[in-house]
Structures are given as C-alpha cells and as structure tokens.
C-alpha cells in the first residue's frame, strides 16, 4: 500500500512510523499526574518544592531543547537526533521504575524533558519533509489528531494503573519503543523535494514576521483553552459537581481538540479567509458557556466549542510556520512555534492569577469569562486581518492548495 504525499508516494510502514512520533510527543508528564496527591506518602520526606520541582522543571527544560533539536535539524542528522531523542526518553521511562527518592525521580524526569524536547519539533517537522500542499494539511491534521487521541487515552491508562501500583503509569515511556521499531523505514525512504512552484521554494529563509506572529497567536490560543485543563476542577468544586467531573470536561475538551484533524482540508475549504474568525467564536462561546452554566451538559458543551476552535487552528498554524521557510528550515520554524506552546503551558496559571489579582475577582468563573473576552478581541482583530497572513488565508496560501 502505498501513500500518496504530494511530491509522489511513500510506503504505510513510513506513514506509521510518523504517526508513532506525533503518538509520542503527548506523553510527558502524564505518569506524573495521577500520582500527584500520593507523592507525599511515597516519599514521606519529600518536601512541597520538590513536588513543585517534578511538574515544573522537566516542562521548562522542554523548551530549550525543542529549540535546540529544530536548530541541529538543519542539518544531516534529523533522523539521528529523533533517535537520540526516542532514546533518552525511553530509557528516562525505564528508569522511572527504579527510582527510590525524589531526587531521583526529579532527575531522571528532567533528561526525559530533554529527550522529548528533542523529538517534539520532528513531530511535524517529518510531516512537512514528506509532504506538500492538501496532503501536508490533510497529514498535520491528522498528527495533530493522533496526539491529542493519545494524550486521553494514556491519560486514562495512566490514572487506573496508578490504582495498581504508583509505578505502573510509567509504562506510557516505553511507547517510543514503537517509533523506535519504525524509524529504519525513515532510513529506508528519504523525504522527495519539494515540488517546482511550491511556496517554500520562494523562501531563502524563514520569514521573521510572519513567524513572530504565527508564534503570538499560537501562544494566546493554546493560553486561552488552558483554563479548562487548569481550573475545571476549581469550578466543578464551587458548583457542587461531582469531582470527577472535571476529568470528564477535560477529555471532552481533548477529543474535540481531535476532530477537526480529519477533515481539517474540508474545513478550511468552507470557511477560507475566515477560518481564524470562527474558531476564535467557537472558542469564545466554549469558555462563556463553561462560564456562565452550571448544566453538566452546559460545560461538556463548552469544553467541546473551545476544543473543537483550537483545534481547526493549531495544525493550520502548523501549515503556516512550513510555508514561511525554505525545506531545509521548516523544522527550525516549526521548533520556534512548538516552543510557545510549552511555554503557554507554564505561564498560563500565573496571567490568570496576576489580573485575578489586579482586577479583585475571586470567583472561580473568573478564568473563563477573562479568557473569552479577550478570544473575542482577537476575533475582531481577526475579521479585520482576514486577508492577511497570519489571522486569516491570504491569497498565495490558498493557492498553494488548490488542485
């Protein structure tokens, strides 16, 4: 069986084993989470800056080497360091069983940082070597898919198997064993050059502009959606709502991020110049809706609008950030916008709680209701910049996919 990408075709066995990459990529972290509340009991002499250090400082050290990896990947060596990557985090994985002390714990989670630092901008950036036009867009999509899939099925793993026993959640870290099984496939079929006429081809480097502002928003949208995953469960609590309810908005809001992936290319063939306007709305009303409702129904509904926005958006940035550079930089500027989702990811808890702070609201509605006003900024903001670049679908984009 053969695929077809747009600069001629290549086999399912190195379709599979990009998938696998972009499989990984939503895995650290996740064998933390379940066992949060229980680190105390695992390790009684832990103190609370330790605990903060296990969940702050390996996502800090992501950023560095996502930066780092787009930057090698310049070169010769992309599938060396995407195995160097797979490498140090399965074997950080494994060794998460055998840690005795937090300190250890912190430690071996930090070099899993790394290794997956390393292998996150290739994510995409394999996409981009393999693909071009409609099938590039069509293949981001569904990466973009596959990693939030994993992301709530691991997720789910991970919290019944920290039932069992604390270390079993690190069983997630051996999945890059399988990208590691897939990667000679890569060594075996090398990426075909872009086609004559393709945009990237009108580029003898990356478009700094252009790239500063696709990294802006991709910033604000992936801040904006974070206060579901952040203060779900504070809202749920002030409602009176079952606690694991939240988990249920959580995975509602996942799953939505998921599907606009398959059928991202239809997707934008509707909405064209205005597709940042629409998702930015569906985003804004989702946040409103988790705001203003108390139904159950109500905030699934909310936390489905929000994801079902961000995720129309995120692999379209993705598409973007290749256009802007020739081949040989896609990956860098890939790495520079990948990067501001991690760091989105960091700072989103403390903007939330500097204007909860300034402007005196105490009310755990308040995240939302903040977020969606300024989602519904950026929307304007949008309408009026449809036909440029960065907020909406110029011209050369749509031309660049059209059959």
Request: charged share 10%; glycine share 8%; hydrophobic share 55%.
């Amino acid at each position: 069986m053969t695929i077809k990408t747009g600069k001629g075709t290549i086999s399912l066995a190195v379709l599979l084993a990009i998938w696998s990459v972009s499989a990984v990529v939503s895995l650290p972290g996740l064998a933390i989470s379940p066992i949060l509340g229980d680190l105390n009991h695992i390790f009684p002499k832990a103190s609370d800056l330790e605990i903060q250090m296990l969940t702050s400082l390996p996502s800090l050290l992501i950023i560095p080497f996502v930066l780092l990896s787009g930057r090698f990947s310049v070169g010769k060596y992309k599938l060396r360091i995407l195995t160097t990557g797979l490498v140090i985090f399965l074997l950080s994985g494994i060794a998460c069983f055998f840690a005795r002390s937090m300190t250890a714990l912190i430690v071996i989670s930090c070099i899993l940082g790394m290794g997956a630092g390393m292998v996150i901008p290739l994510s995409t950036g394999l996409v981009v070597d393999y693909f071009t036009g409609d099938y590039r867009v069509k293949q981001l999509g569904i990466s973009s898919a596959i990693n939030n899939l994993t992301l709530v099925l691991a997720t789910s793993l991970t919290g019944y198997l920290a039932t069992r026993d604390w270390h079993l959640p690190f069983l997630v870290y051996t999945l890059p064993a399988v990208s590691l099984a897939l990667i000679p496939f890569l060594h075996r079929q090398k990426s075909a050059p872009e086609p004559a006429g393709s945009d990237q081809l009108k580029h003898t480097a990356i478009d700094r502009r252009k790239l500063i502002g696709l990294m802006l928003l991709y910033f604000f949208i992936t801040y904006s959606v974070l206060v579901i995953t952040f203060y779900a469960s504070f809202l749920i609590d002030d409602y009176k709502i079952d606690s694991s309810f939240s988990g249920f908005m959580i995975s509602a809001f996942f799953l939505a991020i998921m599907l606009p992936g398959f059928f991202i290319n239809y997707i934008i063939s509707v909405l064209r110049s205005y597709v940042n306007v629409v998702s930015l709305a569906s985003i804004a009303a989702g946040l409103v809706a988790v705001g203003i409702f108390r139904s159950p129904y109500l905030l699934l509904a909310g936390s489905v609008l929000a994801g079902l926005g961000y995720g129309v958006m995120q692999p379209l940035i993705y598409d973007k950030a290749a256009v802007i550079a020739p081949p040989r930089l896609a990956t860098l500027a890939l790495s520079f916008v990948m990067a501001v989702n991690y760091l989105s990811v960091m700072v989103c808890p403390f903007i939330v709680d500097f204007f909860r702070d300034v402007m005196h609201a105490n009310g755990e509605t308040f995240p939302f209701m903040f977020n969606a006003a300024l989602t519904v900024l950026v929307m304007i903001a949008a309408w009026v910049g449809r036909s440029g670049y960065t907020l909406g679908l110029d011209s050369s984009y749509y031309s660049s996919k059209k059959k």
